[in-house]
């Protein structure tokens, strides 16, 4: 691998029943990344199964009771590398708490690849694929067209299915769209070119992942530095050093830059950043690093570092898109710990402003109940304010979790509106 | 100016996500111990948080838990490194718990002392109040270890429920313990074999010689050479040979196997990697019991 190659993070969705375990088992192993005792294993249980031939989707086989049940329970993580990038899949299941977990593997991704059945075309889990995708602002998406050896690689179905698909996002705020006829099972389109789909004058999909831009995934232009912890060493060599560690969460900090704290409102200059002893002009999402400015000032864990002339608001009153992950419902009025970068306080769901039909998508309002899986635009109250920017405009600093005090579980995830 | 100026490579990304675990941990623990078992996993952990807090020292402990079936170099690796940074090293010892009374050793053949360390790691968790748990468990080196969490919670009997953990979303971490509970970190969780040794490469980490090619006596068994030792019990039919060998893992030197190598410098060793065809686990005979393993042992509480 090349010094400068990416990191490239994605999430497959679908079940089994469109070949998306199919689709990553052969990504896998037509890119060479599965080693030959998994390989044997998965011999042997195909075997023991009586399937004929080595069935790929045994790859991503994960629990004792997934195996058992033959379904994915879990988002499951899967790696592998190619000569230009590193590959980050979030493989989430199908058919138990969905939406649960199409949320949370979709948080980090930057591009969602949906699986549709040839045979079946665009159907009401696409539609719900698509509007999550869309809804947590990932963003790239592949629409995968897959079993296309079973409608005989027809040109014409695709282009059918291709406009039903564009039909619906055209409704929904997805950035980037493509499309590929491929068929998993055989290979086509997968890794190597499909002989079968001459038709189709776009990449496989291994070629797509491996030359895609995704250096603007990453919001460049508003700096925000959450403070995680401050570093004061107190040792003879370091007396009076006091830095302010976190992770850039978007944007570029440079030395010399003029800067306000969060919420307090103090400002002062970058006097260095640091990353271990290695001293930088500059720092950009998503680097750590640690931050020294010219004067000293009380800062501490959920202070944020941005610059003066581009501030965050400041607010005790934010409106969400919330997604209910929990068995046990939101308790009307009930307290919660909300977190927001670095960032804890106590906050309160105040109103269900309307709830989406998951199936039609349609809002519904007068309904205040939230439970597991589903999605509401709600009024959140917090005790302080956060120092907040919308989700579509930063993926970091537009997101929160409630957390539960009563059982410590995260209940909930938001992206601000 | 171009913004693709402004993008990361994959290994400072790594680099970068697992910092920024390591110093939540810090922020939302009380009492965090680093599980240093001398292998190189646990070392890059080390490096990490040597990043993550410089120029302090790394704010917390390390902790050893000793089968007392260890490679003497591992050991001596392990003092060399605690006196370098100047940290404490908090020892959870196997063979107490067996005098103790705690554990039974395990009887036949492949007897080994690897299950073991279960009660001996949650018994060092508890006596010494400690809250998080870091560890170097890698999402790619089994299917059990897929889905963990970057904050992994343990239960008040220090138990794994893969079927309820807390989802994670974005990178906000949710640390949240009772009394009694507690947690596992994982920082990095995103990282493969390879990237392990690409950054131990790139960075020049130290790491203990057995992982470099050398000459040592070894036994043929469960398809791995197994390094001869005064724990080793010898059947009949078996030879002890002399081998030019290193290890991919380092664990209790009853179980971990060896493979016929001639890399013995990091470069050569980051080569010999990107040919493997086999996983590194492989050569683990601990894994080797049953389908489910790793599973079976992470959810009592295992690494």
Redesign the interface.
């Known amino acids: ?1 090349l ?5 490239l993070r994605f999430t497959t969705a679908g079940s089994v029943d469109d070949g998306k375990s199919t689709l990553i088992g052969r990504l896998l192993y037509d890119s060479k990344s599965i ?4 390989l044997q ?1 998965i011999e042997n249980t195909s075997k023991k199964r009586g399937h004929a031939g080595v069935d790929l989707a045994l790859f991503t ?5 997934e ?1 058992e049940q033959g379904i994915t ?7 592998f ?1 190619t000569p230009k ?2 590959f ?1 899949i979030a493989d989430t299941p199908g058919h138990i708490q969905y939406t ?2 199409m ?2 593997g979709a ?2 991704a930057n591009v969602a690849t949906i699986l549709i059945d040839a045979r079946h075309g665009v159907i009401e889990q696409t539609k719900r694929h698509a509007f999550i995708a869309s809804l947590l602002n990932i963003p790239h998406v592949i629409v995968c067209v897959n079993k296309m050896d079973l409608v005989d690689y027809s040109e014409d179905v695709f282009n059918d299915i291709v406009s039903q698909f564009e039909q619906i996002s055209s409704k929904m705020l997805i950035k980037d769209v493509r499309f590929i006829p491929m068929s998993a099972l055989n290979g086509d389109n997968v890794v190597n070119r499909s002989e079968n789909m001459t038709w189709y004058q776009g990449s496989p999909m291994l070629n797509m992942l491996e030359t895609m831009h995704i ?2 995934d ?1 919001n ?1 232009v508003d700096a925000r530095f959450p403070v ?2 401050v ?3 107190q ?1 003879d ?2 007396r009076d ?1 006091r ?1 302010y ?3 850039v969460a978007s944007g ?1 900090l440079r030395v010399g830059d003029e800067i306000t704290v969060m919420p307090s409102g103090f400002t002062s200059v970058i006097k260095a950043i ?4 290695q001293e930088l002009k500059e720092a ?5 690093v ?1 931050i020294q400015l010219e004067d000293d000032i009380d800062i501490g ?1 959920g202070d944020m570092i941005v610059r003066s002339n581009n501030k965050p608001e400041a607010s005790q009153d934010i409106e969400v898109m919330l997604c209910w ?1 929990n068995n046990t419902p939101a308790k009307p009025r009930a307290k919660y ?1 909300i ?4 960032n804890d306080q106590k906050a309160m769901i105040k109103d269900v402003v309307y709830k989406i039909d998951i199936e039609s998508l349609n809002r519904v309002e007068g309904d205040d109940s939230l439970s597991m899986n589903d999605i509401a635009k709600v009024k959140i109250r917090t005790t302080k304010p956060l120092m907040v920017d919308t989700y579509r405009e930063n ?2 600093t537009g ?3 409630l ?1 539960d ?1 009563s059982t ?3 209940v909930a ?1 938001g992206m601000i509106v | 100016m171009s ?2 100026k ?12 697992a ?2 675990v390591l ?2 941990v ?2 939302q623990f009380q009492n965090p111990v680093i599980l240093f078992s001398g292998g190189k996993d646990s070392i890059v952990i080390t490096h990490l948080a ?8 790394i704010p917390f402990p390390l902790m050893h838990v000793d089968t007392g079936h260890n490679f003497p170099e591992t050991i001596q690796f392990r003092d060399d490194i605690i006196k370098e940074l100047g940290v404490n090293l908090i020892v959870g010892s196997v063979q107490e718990s067996i005098d103790d009374g705690r554990v039974a050793e395990e009887k036949g053949k492949n007897a080994t002392r690897n299950a073991l360390q279960i009660t001996t790691l949650l018994d060092a968790i508890e006596s010494n109040k400690v809250d998080c748990a870091i560890g170097g468990g890698r ?2 080196e089994e ?2 270890r ?2 963990e969490r970057f904050f992994s919670h343990r239960d008040d009997f220090g138990q794994w429920d ?2 309820n ?8 971490f ?1 640390g ?3 009394e009694g509970e507690h947690f596992r970190a994982f920082p990095i ?2 990282w ?1 074999e ?2 392990v040794w ?1 950054y131990i490469k790139r960075e020049n980490i130290a790491i203990p010689s057995l992982y470099f090619a050398h000459e040592r006596e070894v036994v043929w068994r469960q398809d791995a050479w197994i390094p001869n030792s005064e724990f080793l019990v010898l059947e009949d039919h078996e030879e002890v040979v002399t081998k030019k060998i290193r290890f991919r893992t380092l664990g209790d030197i009853t179980i971990t196997g060896g493979i016929e190598s001639d890399a013995d410098t990091l470069a050569k060793i980051a080569d010999e990697v990107a040919g ?4 590194e686990r ?1 050569n683990r005979s601990d894994d080797k019991r049953s ?2 393993a790793m ?1 079976d042992r992470k959810r009592q509480g295992y690494f």
Do not use: C
């Open positions: 691998m010094d400068n190659n990416q990191l080693f030959e005792d998994q294993a086989d994960g629990l004792k009771d195996r329970i879990d988002v499951a993580y899967r790696y590398t990038r590193k980050i649960r977990n949320v949370t948080s980090t250096s603007s990453v460049k995680q912890t570093l004061r060493p040792n060599t370091h050093y830095g560690a976190g992770r570029v640091n990353l271990n002893d950009f999402a998503p680097q750590s640690s864990r992950l710990t977190k927001h970068t670095s993926r970091f997101s929160i979790i957390v005090d410590n579980e995260t995830a | 913004s693709n402004y993008y990361l490579n994959y290994l400072d990304e790594l680099e970068s996500e910092i920024y110093r939540e810090w922020a040597k990043k993550a807090f410089y120029p302090s020292k999402r790619d299917k059990a897929a889905k893969p079927k953990q807390r989802p994670e979303l974005w990178n906000i949710n949240k313990y009772f969780s995103n493969t390879m990237d690409n493997m065809r086999q996983t492989g389908e489910s599973e």
